[in-house]
């Protein structure tokens, strides 16, 4: 969790922004939230290198010196997270560090940086690498590997950036502690979906030792580059729910003090960051059900799942996500989550209104608004009670529900 300068400021952006940045995470109580890590993302060093080849700091903008910056900063307690890329060139055209790989992780380290996105951009040609994308990001790997061990220090966490490309559950998760999957991110709904479209399919690779990267938050973003995006209140919460719980690195990428005081309680909602940093569970909630009449499993980058579920320290954590421009009754039975115990009545808790709803037996409907979302917690209340005293069938879902001298049982 942290802040990066991409969305917000592009390569507009200085020691005193920065500074006035992390005072306002401090006094918006973003970093007690923890939001404890700022990326430097693109443009902060010098476009050239130094005579031996270094990355030199740029004294126009960072006046006081990078080192001086980063403690700073961790004054504040907020760690420094530096940006690179895996060619000659970041995005933005500042020098790379591919065949600089030790040099510059040496410079970042000096720096006060304790963490490295790493880009994909201008790429050498494969005659040059003759080792593919792997190859360019197991280079940086290595090189931390080998500096965590010859200093006897905490490796770089690697945040690998290559934008969803070439199914990177199966090659970035072997060296990297995140990897994107998907492009950038931007500020409005189809966006949105479309991220999580690919989630749906990928909510899997997840774990502690490694996290889908659905890209930067937008909450409040009041932006470069794209200006005409926004996202509505609903959006936005849906936007925060589905990052969190999907358990994506979130940072924050908001010119913070022109944040609405809607955006930044969207940005601290408590309850919903637990889960995201559950000390014990490390996989994300995974979809049961696409809803509104489509196929489950089938990818729609408009109209992705819509009932999601999974387990975590707290509970059983349900997130259900209106893709409808209209307002809808979002039913599911509680067994069509596989955390839920069959059987049992469940305590309702709210991770929005932070209200306990009353008790669940065995279904629930909740109403959403357009792009609306609910993110509940559901925890055990007991058995339930005898189900024909309630007129309700033996089983919530009949297929091969059987007495015990085993002829079916039907309603
Ligand atoms: C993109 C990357 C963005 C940002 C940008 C910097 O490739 O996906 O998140 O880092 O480069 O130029």
Request: proline share 5%; with cysteine.
């Amino acid at each position: 969790m942290g802040y990066n300068t991409f969305n917000a400021f592009g390569c507009e952006y200085n020691e005193e922004k920065l500074l006035s940045m992390a005072h306002s995470m401090v006094e918006e109580g973003l970093v007690e939230a923890g939001y404890n890590s700022m990326i430097f993302d693109d443009c902060f060093t010098q476009k050239r290198r130094g005579e031996d080849g270094e990355l030199l700091e740029d004294p126009e903008r960072f006046p006081s010196g990078m080192r001086a910056l980063t403690d700073k900063l961790k004054t504040l307690g907020i760690s420094a997270s530096a940006y690179s890329d895996a060619g000659y060139k970041t995005c933005a055209g500042y020098p790379g560090s591919y065949g600089h790989e030790e040099q510059d992780l040496e410079t970042f380290s000096a720096w006060g940086f304790d963490y490295l996105k790493y880009d994909n951009c201008y790429i050498p040609f494969d005659a040059v690498t003759q080792e593919n994308v792997y190859g360019r990001y197991e280079r940086m790997a290595k090189a931390i590997a080998a500096r965590a061990v010859n200093m006897n220090e905490q490796p770089f966490v690697f945040s690998i950036c290559q934008w969803g490309w070439q199914n990177p559950w199966v090659w970035a998760k072997r060296l990297g502690h995140s990897w994107r999957i998907n492009g950038d991110i931007k500020p409005w709904w189809e966006s949105l979906t479309a991220i999580i479209d690919n989630a749906s399919f990928q909510y899997w690779a997840t774990d502690f030792y490694g996290h889908n990267d659905m890209d930067m938050l937008e909450v409040g973003n009041t932006g470069q580059g794209d200006p005409v995006g926004n996202l509505t209140y609903d959006e936005a919460k849906s936007h925060f729910t589905a990052w969190a719980l999907l358990k994506s690195p979130l940072f924050i990428s908001t010119n913070l003090p022109n944040a609405t005081q809607e955006a930044r309680d969207i940005l601290k909602n408590s309850d919903i960051i637990k889960i995201n940093q559950d000390p014990n569970v490390g996989e994300s909630i995974a979809p049961f059900r696409w809803g509104s009449g489509q196929l489950d499993y089938v990818s729609n980058a408009t109209h992705p799942a819509q009932y999601w579920s999974g387990n975590s320290s707290y509970g059983v954590v349900f997130m259900l996500l209106n893709t409808l421009d209209t307002p809808q009754d979002m039913f599911f039975n509680l067994t069509e989550s596989w955390a839920i115990r069959s059987g049992r009545l469940y305590d309702v808790y709210d991770m929005w209104t932070h209200t306990h709803n009353g008790t669940a037996l065995r279904n629930m409907t909740v109403r959403l608004p357009p792009h609306g979302v609910a993110a509940l917690l559901l925890s055990d209340a007991g058995p339930e009670p005898e189900p024909s005293a309630l007129g309700l069938p033996y089983c919530a879902i009949y297929w091969q529900c059987t007495w015990p001298n085993g002829t079916y049982y039907s309603n």
